[in-house]
């Protein structure tokens, strides 16, 4: 069968080609956007002007399937979690994973072997003291994300802590570093065995390479087989928000990379000719550590009502407070007055940082740490 090229396709091949590192629409699949591609002018991190592209995307693709997430007892089908206590490693959500972790103080399930599941989309807080994290899909909702059409290299790169903006694979699925740690939380957000889970506002999303996560299973022992998406360790597996290029873990000719920088990148040959691209480690979560160039400061939106980025594009937050360049989590404001103190000091005292220092928050909020991790909201 043969289609002629989409007209955005068309359009954007007349840009011109300085760079060849641009995120190319036209290597993205076919159900990947919601609409048509576009260029719009954006603001980059360091304030500078240029333009981004800028991609809708559905809530999942369409053809995706996803799942299993938590199981509904310690013997059923479950996906996989980054364990990061004792006996840190990649696990499989089975029976000697769910009593590893009670051995070690996190009991998820009851006397019958029943999984205590929360939906953290719910707005309630979950009521047991571990609870395995499940969100419900929103087929309404649809994501933006722009990324520079030309990447510009930032004076320092930027690390990519807890539930960081990362890129978007070319299914259109966004892609976030590490999901929050049981050990700050005390919950299991759990991801499906590609690397994925649907988020508080109920689009899904990956934690990982998804396309090279066998890699990783391989690597690390854990008896699990990502069928719903082909896996190739040479394919590019999306594009970073600074606009460079996410490979798996080996180049495009099969070769081992080489000469890797901190974020796991290097200028080299890839299929969009030579550039600097990234490259996929073979441990969990097997991606960038950290952004070698800038990213537009709008650059995650959702139409969601709460989850990441539901403040929308430089928009106020679901409650009227400032949108966080990522949403402010559901459930901050009721943690405020829990404790008895305002919004804005909370969110000043928790800082901006992927990993709160919990110990200085309480302390300039004048409560206990107990009482701050208590009342605030699970970040799923
Ligand atoms: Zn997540
Ligand atoms: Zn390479």
Redesign the pocket.
Known sequence: MTRSPAPWLVALSLLPMTAHAHPDPARFNATAFASEPAIVDCTLEDGSTAQCYEFTVPYKPAELEIGPFCPSDIDGEGGLWDWDGEEAGLYKLDRAFWEMLAAQGYKFYDEDGTIAISDPGSGARPTADHSCLMATQDESVIITMRLPVTPVMAEDATGLGTVAQVGVALDGVPIFADAPSVLETGHLPALDVCGGHIDPGGWYHWHATATDIDTIAEHEGVAVDCGAVAQDPTAIFGYAFDGFPM?GSL?ADGTK?EGLDQCNG?V?ATAQGETY?Y?ASPEFPNLPTCLVGLTAQDKFATTAQNGIGAAGFGGAGPNGAPGQGGGLPEGMDDAAKTLGVTLPALLDALGTGPRPDFDAAAQTLGVSVEALRAALPARP
């Open positions: 490979m180049e990379p290097h080299g691209h490259h």
